[in-house]
């Protein structure tokens, strides 16, 4: 079992920058490939970003290509989302996930944590 808690959320303005965290307990965190995907209201789970354990493979979502970027310490079992140049599209519950196998951009991770609000104001 993994258990994710994210924190970092918040109201910023357009053109802002917020660094959401991902702190992972239970199993070795580092065995796993970290996820971030976000969720607007009446709209469906979409993939942000997900990187291995090693950061050998980080893949981006064409929407936040350039302006965000996954990161992790595996010492410190924690997975950062560092979003820049925010936009009023991206304010959505951002949710980080874990899963064994490799990235995926689809939701078919085994782990999620509860989310955290990210609101861009224009």
């Not at 802002?16 to 469906?44: D, I, N, V």
Request: with cysteine.
């Amino acid at each position: 079992q993994v258990q994710l808690v994210e924190s970092g959320g918040g109201l910023v303005q357009a053109g802002g920058s917020l660094r959401l965290s991902c702190a992972a307990s239970g199993h070795t965190f580092s065995s796993y490939t970290m996820g971030w995907f976000r969720q607007a209201p009446g709209k469906e789970r979409e993939f942000v970003a997900a990187a291995t354990w090693g950061l050998e493979i980080k893949y981006y979502a064409d929407s936040v290509k350039g302006r965000f970027t996954i990161s992790r310490d595996n010492t410190k079992n924690t997975v950062w989302l560092q979003m820049n140049s925010l936009k009023p599209e991206d304010t959505a519950v951002y949710y980080c996930a874990a899963r064994y196998q490799g990235v995926s951009p689809t939701t078919s991770y085994d782990y999620w944590g509860q989310g955290t609000q990210v609101t861009v104001s224009s």
